[in-house]
């Protein structure tokens, strides 16, 4: 496939920094020759490539917002955005991975934990050293999680941990998960490490999605969990959803790459593939689709760009970033459609890389936030009136 | 030692290209321009050199404010300083390469290396040019370099084969693809260029000695050919690919 230049039909780049611009270079190289040469193979046999996490933080990818004293660049929420981005058009597996690690596992660890645990913890984090997981979902409580049935119990010198969570990124590979438990009725972060006794983490299979990722389940059996593994300000159910949004905020850029990937494979496809007497992109039905797509795109990078300001200018409300997650996740998925459509049966063989984007994107439709719980947050918002069942 | 690396500021090789009206010039609008490839070979090895023999790299680009994009990412690839050398004219080889052997002679660096070319004009002049207008050595279209002391050994691409040769500092040497493998400008080396100094600095006017008349778009590409249906058209397929095409 040709090297993608990117898609901008509003010229975006001018509203981004060079910095911004620099970190977007980087990342599109990385992605063009360490993802795309060997991402068919591990969707293929459902396996994640973790020879690339060395060079994932080398470049800087994990906690990248993260202060310099951990070892992270300290660079803005745009530029997080596009990394995500970049690393989308590559695989949302890929993005997946990195997301997690940043905001649902560094990111907890900085705002909720001790001195000791961030300089312990997120400098091998950074470093690609050490893998982290984040667990919240359990298999009764998805969208409901304040629900969970996961416990901490306190006992002489710690907790003790009972319970499951699933659906976890991460989970098999992961050196620490950060799990959120009930503790006297109250959710509460813990850092689990691997091989503590009675804690296992199977992984799913069967997945038709995200395939190059390892998603898992967390068993807790009388986990024993010492004191200073508890999270000291993390507290409340909205700790881990402070850190999903973190996540939200990912994938609305994230979702993006994905679309520029499908609307490149179409555009491309289209204007080489002849039927009756001239390209297929010559015809009113294919410019029409194209054209949709592209209008969708360009929204949705001028939506992310200033999410991205807001973040940064520390103005931004979390019903926006469900605003752009659930548009952008939507549009993504419709996108991923249509350019199956122009590339007609072409467009199922994993030759092209539309029907792996819109597999994933089934996936990312729907973690971090259904899409329709996505319209009831911004539905309570704009109404005052509560729409969910309490 | 002050080790000295010229850069240019291209257009993407994966943009489509589109010639402004004065037929002169290419279009800029909505195209992304890169540091030039081969000057990314030349930036890599300059690190190097200064990474083994210890020193400082000073980039330098000559063209209007757009350049500095390209400075700034050798910036994050790890070079020192940047020198802006601002001119708003388009600029012949030789009034680059006098720009730049002035930048040079003030700098005092004694080794320079620059791409074969870059890849917008393809004039591939200004790094023998300047080592000229320097009274330096060159080697151009180097494939390795390696510096013990004072003395230079390189090997060099040549038609179907390669060629060794030596000479002393101070010397431009124009870098090959195969040189080395590039490094990324990574997060931390993108914020650390953001602190960089990037000096301006004026072009003295220079009379272009070769006049742009005109651009012309490249004529289609041939149809496809057969050259035949069995076995006996592969050592002519092999010698096309090898020779006309250079792809084997």
């Known amino acids: 496939m040709a090297k993608l230049s990117g898609v901008d039909y509003f010229s975006a780049d001018d509203l981004l920094f060079e910095d911004e611009k620099l970190v977007r270079e980087t990342v599109r ?87 000791e645990q961030k300089d312990f913890w997120l400098p091998k984090l950074a470093k690609g050293e050490k893998i982290g997981c984040f667990g919240l ?98 507290a409340g ?21 994905s679309m520029m990937s499908c609307y490149d494979s179409a555009l491309e496809y289209a204007k080489s593939r002849k039927q009756f007497s001239k390209p297929i992109a010559a015809y009113q039905l294919t410019q029409k689709k194209l054209v949709e797509m592209l209008t969708e795109i360009t929204k949705s990078q001028l939506l992310n760009i200033q999410l991205g300001r807001l ?45 792996r984007h819109a597999a994933n994107l089934e996936s990312v439709k729907t973690y971090e936030g259904t899409h329709e719980m996505h319209t009831l947050i911004i539905g309570e918002d704009i109404t005052g009136f509560t729409a969910f069942d309490n | 030692m002050k080790i000295a690396v010229c850069v240019s500021h291209v257009p993407d090789t994966a943009t489509r290209i589109k010639i402004a009206a004065d037929q002169k010039s290419i279009d800029p609008a909505g195209v992304s321009f890169v540091l030039n490839p081969y000057d990314e070979y030349a930036v890599e090895e300059a690190l190097k050199t200064k990474e083994k023999f210890g020193g400082e790299v000073v980039v330098l680009s000559v063209g209007g404010d757009r350049v500095k994009e390209t400075i700034r990412k050798s910036l994050a690839m790890g070079v020192d300083e940047g020198v802006h050398l601002k001119t708003d004219e388009a600029l012949d080889s030789f009034a680059i390469a006098q720009a730049l052997a002035d930048e040079i002679k003030s700098l005092g660096s004694e080794l320079v290396f620059m791409g074969k070319q870059s890849v917008d004009y393809d004039s591939g002049m200004v790094g023998q040019l300047t080592a000229e207008l320097l009274s330096f050595n060159s080697i151009s279209v180097c494939v390795t370099f390696n510096l013990d002391g004072n003395t230079i050994t390189a090997e060099r691409e040549i038609e179907g084969g390669k060629e060794i040769v030596e000479t002393s500092l101070p010397c431009i040497i124009t870098a090959q693809k195969g040189l080395n493998e590039p490094r990324y400008a990574s997060l931390k080396g993108i914020m650390a260029a953001k602190k960089k100094v990037i000096q301006e600095k004026p072009v003295a006017s220079t009379p272009a000695l070769v006049e742009n008349l005109q651009l012309k778009m490249p004529t289609a590409k041939n149809p496809g050919r057969i050259l035949g249906t069995d076995s006996s058209a592969v050592p002519e397929l092999v010698k096309l690919l090898h020779e006309e095409a250079k792809v084997i």
Request: hydrophobic share 40%; proline share 5%.
């Open chain 1, 311 to 355: 973040k940064d200018g520390g103005k931004l409300r979390f019903q926006q970033v469900s605003l752009a997650k659930r548009n952008n996740c939507e549009i993504a998925l419709d996108i991923a459609r249509s350019a199956r459509e122009i590339l007609g049966a072409n467009g199922i063989l994993d030759e092209y890389p539309v029907m």
């Open chain 1, 137 to 234: 979902t359990e298999p009764d409580y998805g969208s409901n999680p304040g629900g969970m049935v996961t416990k901490a119990e306190r006992v002489d010198g710690g907790f003790l941990l009972n319970g499951a969570k699933m659906w976890i990124t991460n989970g098999t590979i992961a050196d620490i998960a950060i799990v959120w438990a009930k503790l006297n009725g109250i959710v509460n972060g813990f850092i689990i490490e691997k091989g503590f006794a009675g804690f296992t983490a199977p992984e799913m299979r069967g997945k038709q999605s995200l395939r190059a990722s390892v998603t898992s389940e967390l068993i807790f059996n009388n986990v024993f969990v010492p004191e200073k593994n508890l999270l000291p300000d993390g």
């Open chain 1, 237 to 257: 159910l909205k700790s881990p959803l402070m850190c999903l949004n973190q996540a939200r905020y990912g994938i609305a850029w994230g979702v993006v790459g």
């Open chain 1, 29 to 115: 190289t990385f992605v063009d020759s360490e993802i795309l040469p060997i991402i068919v193979k591990h969707n293929r046999e459902g396996s994640f490539p973790q020879n690339i996490v060395p060079k994932m933080a080398e470049l800087g990818i994990l906690g990248p917002t993260l202060p310099a004293k951990y070892g992270c660049a300290e660079m803005n929420n745009v530029a997080y955005g596009l990394i995500m981005q970049e690393l989308e058009r590559g695989d949302s597996s890929i993005r997946s991975f990195a997301s997690v690690m940043s905001a649902l596992v560094m990111y907890p660890i900085f705002k909720f934990g001790s001195e």
